[in-house]
């Protein structure tokens, strides 16, 4: 703080000494992974200059703000300097410790978020599978912590995640020239219609409701083998509200379907008895 020539006054800061016995690393926490950061908790060090050591740290200061740009949560870190090895300006990765506990994880890709909830599907034998409904926390590398909905040892599918949840996902990855199943046969059931004139894209199968619309009917429904389709989950919208009357959340269903424009459309459906 002072320059050769300059003049100073009695009691006039001169210089500011730092001691370099310890020095502080600042590490971007990702915002999802910030909850659980606390004072004091440790850490593991591995910088570029020295690969292959690991070095030890703790946290000593969280900022009480987040990088809008990047979502990113500043942490400050301390750590023992011996020999001052440890220069300013140097990069590297941390780890951070916490009171660890044990945790069901997943891959990512096995879990389908559909925004009311997420999915996972849970192998059964070979080439039969189902969905179930889990709770997941956070997300570790390229896997979710699931806190609900799986249990340990079960096998979930983990790839071709494209072919079951929405309509949207469906279209990609339709097979052009699908083979029809055969027409329905009209039902005398309350709430069903007579079959679409174009019964050659027409297909039944069984299922359960899960949520309901006057104009649109989510079921998770058995297989449909004629469009390579497994079990799954999926919305349908109704050719007509009056459909829907009579028939209420986790009911068994049979119904009609068919392909009309760029969406899936019920023409006609029945109760049936579990």
Avoid: C
């Amino acid at each position: 703080m002072v320059r050769q020539g300059m003049t100073v006054s009695a009691g006039e800061s001169l210089a500011r000494v730092n001691g370099l016995a310890t020095v502080w690393i600042e590490a971007a926490v990702p915002e999802a992974q910030s909850g659980p950061l606390q004072v004091g908790q440790t850490a593991q060090v591995r910088l570029a200059a020295f690969p292959g050591e690991v070095l030890q740290a703790r946290i000593v200061s969280i900022l009480p703000e987040a990088n809008r740009d990047t979502r990113t949560v500043r942490v400050r870190l301390e750590m023992a300097n011996p020999g001052q090895r440890l220069k300013a300006g140097m990069s590297g990765q941390i780890a951070l410790k916490g009171n660890e506990q044990p945790a069901l994880l997943v891959p990512s890709e096995a879990v389908i978020r559909t925004g009311k909830r997420a999915l996972a599907y849970v192998v059964d034998g070979p080439g039969k599978f189902h969905p179930v409904e889990v709770q997941v926390g956070a997300e570790v590398g390229d896997q979710l912590v699931v806190n609900g909905g799986l249990a340990a040892g079960q096998q979930v599918v983990a790839s071709a995640q494209f072919l079951i949840d929405s309509e949207a996902s469906l279209r990609g990855v339709l097979p052009a020239g699908a083979a029809a199943s055969a027409p329905a046969s009209p039902h005398n059931g309350h709430g069903t219609s007579s079959p679409p004139a174009a019964a050659t894209n027409a297909f039944v199968v069984r299922g359960v409701i899960e949520e309901m619309s006057p104009t649109e009917l989510t079921l998770a429904h058995e297989a449909v083998p004629a469009l390579q389709w497994p079990a799954m989950t999926m919305g349908f919208k109704l050719s007509s509200p009056q459909l829907a009357e009579g028939l209420s959340v986790r009911q068994q269903v049979r119904f009609t379907f068919s392909k009309q424009g760029e969406g899936y459309v019920i023409t006609a459906i029945e109760k049936v008895q579990p």
